[in-house]
T-cell receptor, first 115, second 112 residues
């Protein structure tokens, strides 16, 4: 069955430090993978996506993620955290298996950036 | 207007009221979604419409009734809600069912 696991519901980093948010998935067919960000009192906004092709995907605001099929992972990174990165981040996976589509969100990781 | 809009942004209603949430997408997408987001709970998919046909209904109580009159508009009709229905209700749209979704800002619903 398709699933998404985000390790760590809360992550704290210092301003300027590396951001690493973890996402593992399971899917019986090649998946599409997404990262979204949600700022307080707003909807979710797409950060980046992987569909096919290059496994290292660059997104907005300096974020990137790498699709690792052997590890069934799609971790989100940013070299240097900024105070404005404080938000909740959601990993999502979608696929179409035997004509049935599924789109599942992870439970989210709240990122706190310390001055 | 651009993207996905939702009205109202905030709604307070009593348990016996009837109200509707409105969502409009200006992106030319074919699929639309309703999600419920409660504090400390995962995002819950409620309904999915593709080309104006409902393709998914995730065991949502009948006090929530969706309507999709055309590919640009989606409504969520509410009646006799419970306090536990208080949440942020998000609408989203996508070009295809497996593609990235574009979200509106949400309606913050409080049921008294």
């Amino acid at each position: 069955a398709q699933s998404v696991t985000q390790l760590g519901s809360h992550v704290s980093v210092s301003e300027g430090a590396l951001v690493l948010l973890r996402c593992n998935y399971s899917s019986s067919v090649p998946p599409y993978l997404f990262w979204y960000v949600q700022y307080p009192n707003q909807g979710l906004q797409l950060l980046l996506k992987y569909t096919t092709g290059a496994t290292l995907v660059k997104g907005i605001n300096g974020f990137e993620a790498e699709f690792k099929k052997s590890e069934t992972s799609f971790h989100l990174t940013k070299p240097s955290a900024h105070m404005s990165d404080a938000a909740e981040y959601f990993c999502a996976v979608s696929d179409r298996d035997s004509g049935t589509y599924k789109y599942i969100f992870g439970t989210g990781t709240r990122l706190k950036v310390l001055a | 207007e651009t993207g996905v809009t939702q009205t109202p942004r905030h709604l307070v209603m009593g348990m016996t009221n009837k109200k509707s949430l409105k969502c409009e997408q200006h992106l030319g997408h074919n699929a639309m979604y309703w999600y419920k987001q409660s504090a400390k709970k995962p995002l819950e998919l409620m309904f999915v419409y593709s080309l104006e046909e409902r393709v998914e209904n995730n065991s949502v109580p009948s006090r929530f009734s969706p309507e999709c009159p055309n590919s640009s508009h989606l409504f969520l009709h509410l009646h006799t809600l419970q306090p536990e229905d208080s949440a942020l209700y998000l609408c989203a749209s996508s070009q295809a069912l497996v593609a990235e979704q574009f979200f509106g800002p949400g309606t913050r619903l409080t049921v008294l």
